[in-house]
């Protein structure tokens, strides 16, 4: 298929991955994803800025050789994660006069994980200018999203910005151009929860520092490019709020229904009180559903029924998940049902220290909740209105 086109000889070179339905063996994909790549020729040089999941090479070779791309002189590599360093080695035996201009902590990765020669490697410096004759390359460090290694890539003659992985979306497409729809802005906020969150403060920088570039096009490493860059950045801008929204995240998982009940009953009563909730079987739903969820919430309460004598497996699996996933939530409860005895909520408490949440009374039950836990469910619910007053909420 024919490169497209994206601005004076810069194109489009990378593939979709429509097939793939997990993505590092941990979130599932919804609209699977796609390994940007782009060629840039320039008066004197060309270069590909990123390259391809390495099951993917063989169908990138054939997608250059099909477009007769003629010399490389640059590969440029952004990040030394494998989606996109991964074809490196094949290109350089493809181009053999090709050299890899990087940073240093992608030339280690690079060397580590692909054995990329270093004769075959130019470490490059934070704000180093490389020209292609009538194209300058600008590169721009960008650690922490979501590497140390990260960096972004500016044309300067185009006003075009590859930011690599960040601001991208696991999403596939027929046109690189980005339509504005509902449907990419669900792909790029699940792919922020799942990949950025983490890194929030440094989203929130860089999300800053492109808007003040004021390009004209970002080029991510997922996803279709963004010729209106306000629409990505003024979400992130949204995502990477300190303020959180009215809302609580409920995940929990329940054997005989008595947790479930316990959930149902607290989501009702904070529902009244004008707070929205998400609930969430940690069993059937799709974790990536929770992930954008926790973008928002001012609180998790986390539901869990005992399996032997400690918390169900599962809930242990998702407190572990949100602590490393960083949201911005400032409270924290924790509700479930007991069969026999055992200590329902202590691994569960261990596990979001981390995020440094402020505790609200936990309740757990023996069986079915009764008379007397509805009204500490009530009162819950009340603890959690006051404390939604308390701080600022967008
Ligand atoms: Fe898309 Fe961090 O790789």
Redesign the pocket.
Known sequence: MKFQEIKNNIYYCGLNDCDRRIFDELIPLEHGTSYNSYLVKGSEKTAIIDTMYPPKTKEYLKRLADNQIGKVDYIIAN?G?Q??SGSIPALLEKYPNAIVLTNAKVAENIKNMLFVPEEKIRVIADGEEVSLGDKTLKFIFAPGV??PDTMFTYIKEDNVLCTC?FL?AHYTFSDVFAAESKELEHSAKRYYAE?MMPFRTMSKKYTAMIKEMNVDIILP??GPVYTNPSFILDLYTDWTADAPKNLVALPYVSMYESTKEMVDYLSAKLNEKGIETFKFDIVDDDLGDLAMALVDAATIVMGTSMVLAGPHPMAVNVAYLASVLRPKAKFASLIGSYGWGGKLFDLIAQLLAPLKLDLIEPLQVKGKPKEEDFKKLDEMAESIFEKHKSIELV
């Open positions: 990040h994660e989606d996109h979501h590497w992985d991208g990949i490493s997922h």
